[in-house]
């Protein structure tokens, strides 16, 4: 806090969106014991934002008593996401010119997983997602890229609670199996989607490195085209691509 405040920044104004953060990092919803241990401010410091953000309409009391990301912040998501789009596409871009298959841009957004941009690919097919799409993480390679930064607990807490719907044949539906697979991402750097969650299609993911929202970068065909050979000369693409954009994003 004291380099924010030489550089001219305003503390309560940094402290309040780490507490929005923090809320949306958690799923959504946080007590005010939990915001004061994993923020590290005084319960007081925590009670007045809380206080602020509720009257805002930037956080809502629940009747369990914790708090949870409220309605005003859907004005400030609609203009992120036409940022994010703005900025990404031409990343996406680069990816199709070089791969020729459709490009997305993901995002984990509370429990389930927002397609916020697309570069159509290069081939006369249908699209298999498009932007505004919600899925869920167990069937899609960029659910398992986005959980890689959670804990094993979190994820079987996500899993849980959203359930893990069988789309395909092939669709993941055993926790540890999946949690498995997000494991092998992390170490590999990039996950894969083996038509579960819609037949005959595979995709390839990484996430995007460094930023407060959990990005990532997909590309998806049809199998006959994402052979393993294509998925391989993809995964350093997409990867440059996504630390660019990391860049961009800043």
């Given at each position: 806090m004291a380099d924010q405040r030489r550089s001219g920044g305003v503390q309560s104004i940094a402290r309040a969106f780490t507490l929005l953060e923090l809320v949306a990092?958690?799923?959504?919803?946080?007590?005010?014991?939990?915001?004061?241990?994993?923020?590290g401010f005084p319960l007081p410091t925590i009670h007045r934002l809380v206080r602020t953000l509720v009257d805002l309409g930037y956080l809502r009391q629940e009747p369990s008593r914790r708090y949870a990301l409220g309605p005003r912040l859907l004005l400030l998501a609609d203009s992120s996401e036409t940022m994010l789009n703005h900025v990404a596409i031409p990343h996406l871009r680069r990816v199709v010119d070089s791969a020729g298959e459709t490009t997305n841009l993901a995002m984990l957004d509370g429990d389930q997983v927002a397609y916020v941009a697309q570069a159509p690919g290069s081939h006369s097919m249908r699209m298999f997602t498009e932007v505004g799409r919600r899925v869920s993480p167990h069937c899609t390679a960029v659910g398992k890229a986005l959980l890689g930064e959670s804990s094993e607990t979190e994820i079987?807490?996500?899993?849980?609670?959203?359930?893990?719907e069988r789309h395909t044949p092939h669709t993941l539906t055993d926790p540890d199996e999946f949690i498995a697979q997000v494991a092998q991402c992390r170490e590999r750097g990039y996950a894969l989607d083996e038509g579960e969650q819609e037949v005959g299609v595979r995709c390839v993911a990484v996430v995007v490195p460094s930023t407060?929202?959990?990005?990532a970068v997909s590309m998806s065909g049809p199998v006959p085209r994402m052979s393993d050979e294509l998925v391989?000369?993809?995964?350093?693409?997409?990867?440059?691509?996504?630390?660019?954009?990391?860049?961009?994003?800043?």
């Open positions: 990092a958690n799923g959504g919803v946080m007590g005010l014991s939990q915001l004061s241990q994993e923020s079987r807490e996500l899993l849980a609670r959203g359930g893990m407060s929202t959990r990005l391989e000369s993809a995964v350093p693409v997409l990867t440059k691509a996504a630390a660019a954009l990391a860049a961009d994003l800043g």
